[in-house]
Structure formats: C-alpha cells, structure tokens
C-alpha cells in the first residue's frame, strides 16, 4: 500500500507485457495476411516484403548509430513498420520502392520526431502515401492473382465498384483480386485482427466503429449489398485492425477511440463516394492521426485531484 501513494512521474499503470512483446504479437497476427500475399502473388511478394523490413530495420539502426542514440531494434518496431508498409505495397513494384520507402518511413517520419512513442503520425502510411504521390503509376498499378485467367492486371474492386460495377464477395473474401500485397486476402486479415482483440493486444472500439461507421454510410447510400462488398474492398480492413489502432497516433481515452473510428469511417465514405479517388483509407488514418492530440484535449478524463481553472 505504501508503494501505491509514491508520487512520480508518468506512466502510473505499468503491464507486465513490453514493447517488443506487443510487437512480436503484432508481426504474428500479420503473418496470415503476408502467406497469403505470397500465394497470391508469388515469390515477388516475399522479396517486398523481405527488402521492406530489411530497409526499415537497417534505416532505424544507421540512424540511432549517426545520431548517437541508444539503437532501438531490438523492439520489433522497425519490423511491424515494413511489414505494413510492404502490404500497402502492389507486387509488380521495382526493389527499390520499399527500399526508400523504409528509409523515408524510419528516419523522417519517425527517427527526427524522436523514435517509437513520438511519431504523430502513421510512419508506414506516411511513407506509402509519399510513394504514391512520387510514383503514382508504379503504385497504381495493381497486379491480377496468380489464381485469375482473365488478365494479367486489372482493375481493382474499389475502381469496379466506382464505375458502377459488382465485385464477387467470395472473391473478395479470399483475396483472388487485383491489388496491393496485404489488403487483399479479408479472411487473413479478419483472423489477424481478432487475435490482437482476444489477445487485449488492441482495443475494439476504433476497428469496429470504422468498419461499422464504413458499412452504415453505404448501407444507406446503395444498399447492403454494395455496403458489404465495400467494406470487404481495398485497405479498409487491414487500415482498421492495424494501423488505425497504432497505440502512438491514435486516442487514449475510450471515447476517444470511438471518435476517432467514427471519422476514419465518415472519411474513407466521403472520399470513395463522393472524390474522383476511389480509395481512402490511408488518407482518412492519416488526417485523424492529426487529429488525435485535439481528441486527446477533449476527451482524456481529468487528473486526479486536478484544480479547477477559474477566470
């Protein structure tokens, strides 16, 4: 009882589980997506996601090594962070993309911020977002499944399904179309996620809230249907289990989960709806990752025995 009324400083609640433990947790719960990538795609989706991890984790140790600091990749950190960014990544790119996109990912979006805890924004969805801005038509440019014999390349379900198209939800479901490396097998992913769940690995509130915030916007707009091949479509379910959920750019506060579940959700619809982009998960995680310190402000409880301002 005694040790309990020390006062010091933060963090008050400590677990017993490390950063390196929720890590490897993490990279075992996106192990089903990437087996799924390479038997999809083949042998070029393990050399991405191998040169992707590889950059990530050299990029973060030449860093800490140039700037002095104690090196940190011992925490899987760097290895979560390539392994997401090499599934945002299509199979037909050169070795060079995640190559710099490692690079961009751990020393400008997180290594200059001050490391793992200090980033305020997504560093695998920063970097994929820089890549596709530079070489949009390297990374817009999504391969067919070894398993599809109508094309080499096609378009994707979210570009069907904006052009007035259906998309079959088997297809959709095990992943026998054309996109990037870890979006497209959903039962992998579904898998994944609901580990971290039971897990305690990640909060709920912020998957279920996007996904079920995505699905009621369609559901209303065309119907259930298109609500569910929607959901099952693009980044949405890989964004919402593992990236929105990052615990350094996403709320603390249970409310503020939701609220930041809810804008993913009013997001990604408003850009697929109503934008000539048909994809928008990657930018709506990006812009409520902003957002996190304002719903922070607002949402995180009061200090204990925390004085009221006056005038």
Avoid at 128 to 133: D, K, T
Avoid at 287 to 297: E, G
Wanted: aromatic share 10%.
């Amino acid at each position: 009882m005694q040790k309990k009324l020390i006062v010091t400083s933060s963090p008050h609640i400590r677990d017993r589980i490390s950063t390196r433990r929720i890590m490897q947790e993490v990279c075992l719960a996106l192990t089903p997506a990437g087996i799924a990538s390479v038997i999809l795609f083949g042998i070029p989706a393990l050399k991405l996601i191998c040169a992707s991890v590889l950059s990530c984790v050299i990029s973060e140790f030449l860093y800490n090594r140039l700037m002095g600091q104690k090196i940190p990749c011992g925490d899987w950190s760097a290895v979560v962070t390539g392994l997401l960014l090499a599934y945002n990544l299509p199979s037909t790119v050169p070795i060079w993309i995640p190559i710099v996109g490692g690079i961009f990912a751990m020393v400008l979006c997180k290594g200059i911020f001050g490391g793992l805890g200090s980033n305020f924004m997504n560093p695998a969805l920063t970097a994929r977002a820089v890549l596709f801005v530079s070489w949009g038509s390297m990374m817009g440019s999504y391969p067919a499944t070894r398993y599809m014999t109508d094309a080499v390349s096609g378009a994707t379900p979210l570009a069907t399904l904006a052009n007035g198209g259906s998309v079959n939800l088997w297809d959709l479901f095990i992943g026998n179309i054309p996109g990037v490396l870890g979006e497209t097998c959903k039962l992998a992913l579904i898998l994944g996620g609901l580990y971290l769940i039971i897990r305690g690995i990640i909060d709920w509130k912020i998957p279920v809230c996007f996904i079920g915030t995505a699905f009621l916007l369609f559901l209303f707009k065309d119907g259930f249907n298109m609500a569910l091949q929607q959901v099952l479509s693009g980044a949405l379910i890989l964004g919402a289990f593992f990236m929105a959920t990052d615990y350094v750019t996403s709320p603390v506060s249970d409310l503020g989960r939701i609220i930041m579940g809810v804008g993913c959700g009013i997001l990604l619809f408003v850009i697929r709806a109503f934008a000539n982009y048909p994809e928008g998960c990657s930018f709506a995680i990006l812009f409520m990752n902003v957002m996190t310190p304002l719903i922070d402000r607002f949402t995180v409880p009061k200090y204990f025995a925390e004085v009221k301002k006056h005038g």
